[in-house]
């Protein structure tokens, strides 16, 4: 079955950077577009950076430019690095896909903070 399961969260302080990784396994990964969301507790889940198949990019406006998605079809995974980071960026951030229907995986924490 569809897994993605996301790693690298921490806790860094404001100006740093991080690389989150989501892995998966049980989909042909180089046909599907992957994603990027973060979601503050009480809030909304937001979209945050998408990769399509052929590697077209898309970012939200309040991360573009500090943070960078990538895509390893190879290795079957994606990255995000995040760098200037501000305590404004501290979330839950979820890897997801489409197949037919939504896959999310467990989510990874990310807390800005001095």
């Known amino acids: 079955q569809v897994q993605l399961v996301e790693s690298g969260g921490g806790l860094v302080q404001p100006g740093g950077s991080l690389r989150l990784s989501c892995a998966t396994s049980?989909?042909?990964?180089?046909?599907?577009?992957m994603s990027w969301y973060r979601q503050v507790r009480g809030k909304e889940r937001e979209l945050v950076a998408s990769?399509?198949?052929?590697?077209?990019?898309f970012y939200a406006d309040s991360v573009r430019g500090r943070f960078t998605i990538s895509r390893d079809d190879e290795k079957s995974a994606i990255y995000l690095y995040m760098n200037s980071l501000k305590s404004e960026d501290t979330a839950v951030y979820y890897c997801?896909?489409?197949?037919?229907?939504?896959?999310w995986g467990q989510g990874t924490q990310v807390t800005v903070s001095s």
């Open positions: 990769i399509s198949s052929g590697g077209s990019l």
């Open positions: 049980g989909f042909a990964f180089n046909k599907h577009g």
């Open positions: 997801y896909t489409f197949i037919e229907k939504n896959y």
